[in-house]
């Protein structure tokens, strides 16, 4: 008999919701200070702040190894740790769609009295190239690594169907979005800041989520189902568009950069799913029989 890959499905997400929504929720339900906690604010409550943010890849291994045949095993192994050539491709287009991103933002919110983007982490950089490496660790560890090896890595390839790439990628989106929650109410993150300038701009980040899981859906099929691709997008994500290569940025940017992700991000999509580069790609991925990875009882 075999493993119900529906099940395994449900039980993945449930238990990665819930217990990311208990280990973060638990400092300010006992009361600890949260005013400045994030990944790297190495109080007590980021402790529970860090472990919550890494179940999506925790249960995703844990569920890897536990159900997963060593061919299985294997397989996902080589898509998260070794890069092919179609990675290149899909970390240059990644990088490309981000800075334009960027771009667009900043024109947008210039064009309305805002200040210029500080770049401040590039100028660190550039007067201290080992700053790169800085950055580029707590870009990785705070997602990538925490996050892919789980919504990539596992639930894709659960849910794999080319078919169902558009609905496949909305429903990741969608709960990628709403894990997110208990940054809602940690006063440092931008989901905070975001909710507090105006409740839809703040709901607008799932949206933004559901748009990004296209691209993300988009990028793993260019790179052939390597997630190795999809950590540096995520990675871009996070330190370029709203993070530390490009801070500081105006309240301006801040507001505008949610609709422009998101516009950016469905257009990214409609067009490159109509090329035929993408159509190649897609043809070289076959339908995925995930089944084939579980264990049998």
């Known amino acids: 008999m075999r493993i119900d890959k529906r099940k395994i499905t449900i039980l993945y997400l449930i238990i990665t919701v819930l217990l990311t929504w208990l280990c973060q929720f638990m ?27 890494v179940m999506p890849t925790l249960v995703g291994v844990i569920f890897v190894f536990i159900y997963y045949t060593k061919e299985g095993v294997r397989d996902f192994l080589k898509r998260c740790f070794v890069p092919n050539k179609e990675c290149i491709v899909a970390i240059i287009i990644s990088l490309g769609l981000v800075w334009v991103e960027v771009a667009v933002t900043q024109l947008i919110s210039k064009g309305i009295g805002a200040e210029a983007l500080g770049f401040e982490g590039l100028k660190l950089i550039a007067k201290n190239p080992l700053y790169f490496f800085y950055f580029l660790f707590w870009g990785i560890i705070s997602g990538p ?22 609905r496949m990628s909305l429903f990741i989106g ?10 809602y109410f940690y006063p440092s993150q931008i989901q905070h800041d975001w909710f507090l300038i105006n409740p839809i701009l703040g709901l607008s980040f799932v949206i933004s989520c559901m748009s990004a899981a296209l691209v993300y859906t988009t990028i793993y099929i260019i790179a052939n189902r390597r997630v190795f691709a ?23 940017y801040s507001v505008v950069v949610v609709p422009v992700e998101i516009v950016i991000d469905v257009l990214f999509y409609i067009v490159v799913t109509r090329t035929k580069f993408y159509k190649r790609a897609l043809e070289n991925v076959s339908d995925y029989d995930g089944l084939k990875d579980f264990k049998k009882l």
């Not at 969608?174 to 940054?183: D, S, V, Y």
């Not at 995520?234 to 105006?250: D, E, R």
């Open 230 to 252: 999809i950590f540096f997008l995520h990675l871009f994500k996070n330190i370029i568009l709203t993070g530390a290569m490009i801070y500081p940025f105006s309240e301006t």
């Open 145 to 166: 690594f925490s996050e892919e090896f789980g919504w990539r890595g596992f639930l894709t390839d659960r849910l794999f169907h080319k078919e169902k790439l558009l």
């Open 27 to 53: 400092p300010i339900i006992i009361g600890m200070d949260v005013e400045n906690t994030s990944i790297s604010s190495f109080d007590y409550s980021s402790i529970f702040f860090g472990i919550g943010g």
């Open 174 to 183: 969608f709960i990628w979005g709403i894990w997110h929650f208990p940054l």
